[in-house]
């Protein structure tokens, strides 16, 4: 069965500063992983994902995250955020042989201080 | 605005009452699936749609939820006899042909539910 884990619910940097945010999956498979941002009051909005074309993926908004499959990692990464990236950021996996459907992590809330 | 849209975007309802969630999706899209997402936890998947068929259901959709897609457009959630226990968001996504896996879901802003 697949899962994904985000270690950190919240977390705070400050602006200009360097985020990560982790993402481990299982999957017996190789998987699809995806990263969606969703805004207060928003849906959610894809930010990247990996389809084993390359390991390290860019993203939307100066986003990028890194396939590990040693690690069965996929964290997300933004060398300097702004304030506007205040958001929940949620991982999500998906393969062709199980269901197909994606299985999300339980989200990671992002603060950005001024 | 073309990206998928759900109505109501807020619902207040007593328990034991029927309340009905409407999503449309983007319109080229044949793939529709509803998420349901509580406070602190990522969206879960409850069922999915390939044009007009239901080709799956989560055991998270209990005999008190039905879904329906006429005619493979707009799709409608029905909870009957709501409990406390289905408070939370309810999203829509949508998906073009192809890899089902692979292919990016857009979706909604989402049905909020509380049970009174």
């Known amino acids: 069965a697949q899962s994904v884990t985000q270690l950190g619910s919240h ?11 982790r993402c481990n999956y299982s999957s017996s498979v190789p998987p699809y992983l995806f990263w969606y941002v969703q ?7 894809l930010l990247l994902k990996y389809t084993s074309a390359a390991t390290l993926v860019k993203g939307i908004n100066g986003f990028e ?5 040693s690690e069965t990692s996929f964290h997300l990464t933004k060398p300097s955020v702004h304030i ?3 958001a929940e950021y949620f991982c999500a996996v998906s393969d062709r042989n199980y269901g197909q459907n994606f299985v999300f ?3 990671t809330r992002l603060s950005v201080l001024p | 605005d073309t990206g998928v849209s759900q109505d109501p ?3 207040i309802t007593k328990r034991g009452q029927n309340v009905t969630f409407r999503c449309d999706p983007i319109s080229e899209h044949n793939r529709l699936y509803w998420y349901r997402q509580t406070l602190g936890q990522g969206p879960e998947f409850l069922t999915y749609f390939q044009n007009e068929a239901q080709l799956e259901k989560s ?6 939820f039905s879904a329906e897609r006429p005619k493979g457009s707009f799709s409608t959630l029905e909870i009957q006899r709501t ?9 829509c996504a949508s998906s073009p042909e192809g890899d089902r896996a692979y292919n990016e879901q857009f979706f909604g802003p989402g049905t909020r539910l509380t049970v009174l």
Request: charged share 25%.
């Open chain 1, 11 to 21: 977390v705070s940097v400050s602006e200009g500063a360097l985020v990560l945010l």
């Open chain 1, 39 to 45: 805004y207060p009051n928003q849906g959610l909005q």
């Open chain 1, 65 to 69: 995250a890194e396939f590990k499959k």
């Open chain 1, 84 to 86: 506007s990236d205040t």
């Open chain 1, 105 to 107: 992590g339980p989200g």
């Open chain 2, 9 to 11: 975007r807020h619902k």
């Open chain 2, 59 to 64: 055991r998270l959709l209990s005999d008190r």
């Open chain 2, 83 to 91: 409990e406390q226990g289905d408070s939370a968001m309810y999203l």
